[in-house]
């Protein structure tokens, strides 16, 4: 009789050992907005407060009243929990402590969101290091798949995710070549730095310095989406007058993408926002509502006829300012097009 027992303990720890691991190695799936973001957990076998606790290094104290619960009242099997990502157990810049190992935690992407939307619900993530984490090349990616977008510490003896930590890449990024290094300045730091900034294509540098301070000045940085100035702040360099990129540089990009496809096409008004980019380089970007992330769009302004050719970043934010809106654009395509800062009538065109 004891030994039929003991076989039977036996069999029941073989066959739990392999699901619990298979638990334990599933990707961790991040819920929620920043600042409130947490993982599901679903409660197995004698499983408590304190367990889970030490599984996620997170306090049971914590646990409970997140999920409304009386940490007194304990746990059921297959209950449902939400593990809640403090600064305690969950970084996205900074290395661990000598007992502790990061495991990479996932959101996955649905519908239209792009890299910018990501970002900016991950407590502003700079995009580069989106990007970085997850090898990417390129602002578009496809649904269902999963980014990294921070590191769930955990105690290297303690939690049994500890078999699943990665090496956080190094937090300083490299920066885009073209922008010089005097141009990256901190928030604190902007003013010292503008006044050090060089501008050799001016000639008359004492005239032109205000411009660079007072467009500094109005650049927010919620507004800084564009690719080159996610992971740094620069100060938007003044446009130079008669200067012209032909439509940008997306115009050959946009060409390939409506070849031997239906164009859509639609009207109504255009508003911009401030960016680093486009002044020197002739990269334009924008925000809308009815094209991908990473669809190359047709702009014209039904005032001056001119056309530029502006990347798509992200759908606008759904905020009172953008009610009735067709595009948001860059102050820079802005220019371009003669348009200023005020709202215009435009036409888009891109392909479906």
């Known amino acids: 009789m004891k030994k039929l ?8 720890i073989l066959f739990s050992v392999p699901l619990f691991s298979l638990a334990q190695n599933k990707a961790l799936v991040v819920e929620g907005v920043s600042p409130d973001l947490y993982i599901n957990h679903t409660v197995a076998p004698k499983e408590n407060y304190y367990s889970i606790g030490r599984i996620y290094n997170i306090s049971p104290k914590e646990v409970a009243p997140y999920n409304k619960l009386v940490l007194e009242s304990g746990l059921s099997l297959g209950q449902a929990l939400k593990i809640p990502l403090t600064a305690l157990n969950f970084v996205q810049a900074g290395t661990p402590d000598a007992d502790e190992v990061l495991v990479p935690v996932y959101h996955t992407v649905a519908g239209k969101e ?144 409506i070849r031997n496809k239906d164009v859509a096409g639609e009207t109504g008004e255009a508003a911009i926002f401030k960016s680093t980019s486009g002044w020197e380089d002739g990269k334009y970007y924008c925000l809308h509502n009815s094209s991908t992330p990473g669809t190359i769009i047709k702009i014209t302004s039904s005032i001056t006829g001119k056309s530029i050719y502006a990347k798509v970043l992200d759908v606008m934010p759904d905020i009172k300012q953008n009610t009735g809106l067709l595009v948001r654009l860059s102050n820079a395509a802005a220019q371009e097009l003669g348009a200023g800062d005020a709202k215009f009538v435009c036409s888009v065109s891109y392909s479906k």
């Open 5 to 12: 027992l003991a076989m039977k303990r036996l069999l029941i």
């Open 114 to 257: 792009g890299l910018y939307r990501i970002s900016v619900n991950y407590n502003k993530l700079p995009l580069e290091t989106l990007k970085k984490w997850n090898n990417l090349k390129s602002d578009v990616v496809a649904n269902g798949t999963n980014l990294i977008v921070g590191y769930l510490k955990v105690k290297k003896d303690l939690s049994p995710l500890a078999s699943m930590a990665k090496a956080k890449p190094a937090d300083n990024i490299a920066k885009v070549a073209e922008i010089p290094a005097k141009a990256v300045v901190t928030k604190e730091a902007a003013k010292p730095d503008v006044a050090k900034e060089p501008t050799p294509v001016v000639k008359a540098p004492v005239k032109e310095n205000p411009v660079v301070a007072e467009k500094k000045k109005e650049v927010p940085v919620e507004t800084v989406v564009v690719k080159e100035a996610e992971a740094v702040k620069k100060v938007t360099p003044p446009a130079t007058s008669g200067k012209s990129f032909n439509g940008g540089v997306f115009k050959s990009e946009y060409e390939s993408q």
